[in-house]
């Protein structure tokens, strides 16, 4: 069981001859929440949807309320974004690739990615003295320069988060039991995706090259190179691979964001009928 879904195995050693699955729902009631709030509070909520999304649904809500207010927000504010956002993104590829370790009873490897995402929650606390990057943003921009006098150190452990996915990658690349684990296994294929509208890592390890920071680019994405991977044969081990090569990519976007930082401001002032009363 894992949150409200309920999933039933059946195996006959290692290969899996059937699954049942039983999908429910989590009723928390957030959209009723925000109707009764105006739209600060409403933010504050935003960012407690989910753990580990909490900056992603944050900057969605605030890039929300920024278009309607026709707000154009300064480049400097944008960048620190993308830096924290594509952070929180390799935290949750961390996270979910200890998990198909875990899962396939390679410790040793969960263990690393274990590792590799406490280094990303490291650097979190690093650059805005929290580790879920709650409050760095807000409406009109960011609440502070997190990177200003931190871009050296930033820097250096970003480096070592690299060199460390490299080494990972190379481990699991070279278990033959691993591997045998994860090929062939869990297929989600190409026209079932495109059916389904499947988007993010599952749309994109089952041959979907879709990626809306490239096709539809907010916040700054157009100003910097975003590599988008995809690959096709939609199985575990597919997705595994497409996350590795996905974190690999938020470092080096994020380190080149850091080098190429422009000046200026963090935010912009917020029209009167946005103030807070």
């Known amino acids: 069981v894992i949150e409200p879904g309920h999933f039933r195995f059946t195996v006959a050693g290692e290969p899996i001859i059937n699954l049942q699955t039983k999908m429910h729902y989590t009723h928390k009631g957030t959209e009723k929440l925000a109707e009764q709030m105006d739209i600060h509070r409403a933010f504050y909520l935003s960012e407690r949807i989910s753990g580990d999304e909490t900056f992603a649904n944050s900057l969605a809500y605030c890039l929300a309320i920024e278009k309607i207010a026709e707000l154009d927000i300064p480049k400097r504010a944008q960048q620190q974004r993308i830096v924290l956002a594509e ?138 190179r975003c590599s988008v991977h995809h690959l096709d044969c939609g199985d575990v081990s597919c997705r595994f691979n497409l996350r590795l090569e996905e974190a690999l990519t938020a470092v080096n976007l994020m380190m080149n964001v850091i080098e190429n930082m422009s000046d200026g401001d963090l935010s912009v002032p917020l029209p009167e009928i946005l103030t807070p009363y």
């Open 87 to 224: 952070l929180e993104r390799i935290i949750s590829h961390f996270g979910d690739l200890s998990g198909i370790a875990g899962d396939t009873a390679n410790l040793f490897i969960a263990s690393q990615f274990n590792m590799l995402r406490i280094w990303g929650y490291n650097l979190a606390h690093y650059l805005t003295n929290t580790r879920f990057l709650r409050s760095t943003n807000k409406i009109g921009g960011i609440r502070r320069d997190f990177l200003l006098g931190k871009e050296k150190g930033a820097l250096e452990q970003l480096n070592a988060i690299r060199k460390e996915i490299i080494d990972t990658a190379e481990m699991s690349n070279n278990d033959t039991m691993f591997l045998d684990r994860l090929e062939n296994t869990g297929v989600l294929y190409s026209h079932v995706a495109y059916d389904l509208n499947a988007t993010g890592v599952a749309g994109r390890a089952s041959g979907l090259d879709y990626d809306v920071r490239r096709d539809h680019p907010y916040n700054g994405y157009d100003s910097f």
